[in-house]
């Protein structure tokens, strides 16, 4: 049973444009969630984090928006980049401290120049 | 440099010739964790260890073992290799109870076991 969900394999963008990335999660323990980037041929890189507490985290182009009610986060990039062509994945951690990092399959974004 | 470095990034194998994939990490960091990545299932956690000499299974277990001797160091270990654990490993650590900074992760190994 998937607990967290990325229904878009992939997403084409143009350059300059905004890129929205989703995911969705069925485990209501779930408190804090990431989203990490993979390059091919590279392990995955920490991107963005936001905690159940809060709404919104913004770090320069990335910003991560969480909807509790509906289970749902998003990733905004904006402006899109061609180097922001990657994999993305979200993940997310339950309460406990087990640090244990469920991931969704994964969303390919190409961002066309 | 703060880094998760696995060796070696690239293994063929035979079925059922054991294989020892070693993860080091020079961040001093308590949790470590194995990833499989594999088309279509995104990445799944094989085990984890959160100290020296805890581990634990993740959620794909069976034909891997895992040992925690050392903080730094936690070796994937196929005792009996099967053409189902062809895939694309891959190690992790965090600080422990340290969520604002996520995993690191190493570059990955891709094994192929024919």
């Known amino acids: 049973d998937q607990q967290v969900k990325q229904n878009s394999p992939s997403l084409s963008v143009q350059e300059g444009r905004i890129s929205i990335l989703n995911c969705d999660y069925t485990n209501s323990m779930f408190d804090y969630f990431l989203w990490y980037k993979k390059y091919p041929a590279e392990g995955p890189t920490f991107l963005i984090s936001?905690?159940?507490?809060?709404d919104k985290n913004e770090d320069g182009r990335f910003t991560v928006f969480l909807n509790k009610s509906a289970k749902h986060l998003s990733l905004h990039i904006v402006p899109s980049q061609p180097g922001d062509s990657a994999v993305y994945f979200c993940?997310?951690?339950?309460?406990?401290?087990?640090?244990?990092?469920?991931f969704g399959k994964g969303t390919k974004l190409t961002v066309n120049p | 440099e703060a880094q998760v470095t696995q060796n070696p990034r690239y293994l063929i194998t035979v079925t059922g010739k054991k294989l020892t994939v070693t993860c080091s990490q020079n961040m001093n960091h308590e949790y470590m964790s194995w990833y499989r990545q594999d088309p279509g299932l995104g990445l799944r956690q094989i085990y984890y260890s959160m100290n020296v000499e805890v581990t634990d299974k993740g959620d794909v277990p069976e034909g891997y073992k895992v040992s925690r001797k050392e903080k730094r160091n936690f070796p994937l270990i196929l005792e009996s290799p099967s053409p189902n654990q062809t895939s694309l490993y891959f190690c992790?650590?965090?600080?422990?109870?340290?969520?604002?900074?996520?995993?690191?992760f190493g570059s990955g190994t891709r094994l192929t076991v024919v």
């Open positions: 936001i905690s159940s507490i809060k």
């Open positions: 993940a997310a951690a339950a309460q406990g401290g087990s640090e244990k990092l469920v």
């Open positions: 992790a650590s965090s600080p422990y109870l340290d969520r604002g900074y996520g995993y690191t």
